[in-house]
């Protein structure tokens, strides 16, 4: 296995924000990867899969998107769903930049399938293939339409007033990540917030309408039992998109952290697979 070094640093986004990156470099990098988080997240919960994929030969920058971990920012709060955009943006800029001409991947969880979708979309695909896990490309019904509905009003009067809460509970079988979590000083334990909510509601329905134009290898995997984001979702770009390289993954009795969940070695390991098949 390679030996890493490590470097963590600050740069500044398009959002109007310093984030907080952490690069995990192995010693004889055979392609580089970029790491995006989901929503109440932090890339702190994602040292060990960036260190796996260092491990088996991958560059891996993780970093916190805006609002979020050590990043500048409200707690939770999302003003314009374009702000994420520019998140991953500059990250993806600090990647490619350190890349060496390294072939470049991405793996975006949740929330960051979203924006990491809306980054290429909006400036074109820099990655050789990219890795999906528990994709929001479609809302869970589960939410209170009522709660749809009166999203944009409230956070157009209220706009950082907190929510609904996100049952941790949905995150893995393994009790421990729940433990973990819960303390976690990091991670946001707030309602969502009233126009990150209403802002992501409308990225989700922006994608939707252009899950076609998501053209390029992609591996999509998704846990039987997500309660948070359902497997529907990523069958839905997985029959969508035009790629002629697409893989959907749906793992068996899992729920929404696949890089959490008590086979977590398997599900990386698919990933490192499926990469390092494309790196070459």
Known sequence: MNQITT?????HSGSGHNLYM????????????LLVH??????????????????????AL????????KSEGVRGYLNHRHDHTMDVKCAADVL???????????????????????????????????VYSGGLFKVNEDISPI???????????????????????????????????????????????ARTGDEVLKATAELQARLDELDFPMLIAHGEKDPLTKYEASELLYAKSLSKDKTLKIYPGAKHELFNEINKEEVLGDA???????AR
């Open 22 to 33: 952490h690069l995990d470099n192995p010693v004889e990098p055979r392609a580089a990867i």
């Open 7 to 11: 470097e963590e640093f600050h740069t």
């Open 147 to 193: 709660l749809q509905k009166m999203s944009g009003v409230v956070a157009a009067i209220l706009p950082k007033l907190p929510t609904i809460k996100l049952d941790s509970e949905g995150l893995s079988r393994d009790p421990d990540v729940e433990a973990r979590t819960q303390n976690d000083p990091l991670h946001y334990f707030g309602g969502v917030r």
């Open 38 to 59: 989901g929503l109440h997240d932090h890339s702190g919960r994602y040292a060990h899969v960036s260190e796996f994929f260092a491990r088996h030969g991958l560059r």
């Open 62 to 69: 993780r970093f916190d998107l805006s609002g979020y971990g």
């Open 272 to 278: 490192v697979d499926w990469i390092m098949a494309r």
């Open 96 to 130: 490619i930049e350190r890349s060496d001409g390294l072939p470049v991947f991405a793996f975006g969880h949740s929330m960051g399938a979203l924006f990491l979708s809306h980054y290429i979309l909006e400036f074109g695909n820099p990655f050789k293939g990219v």
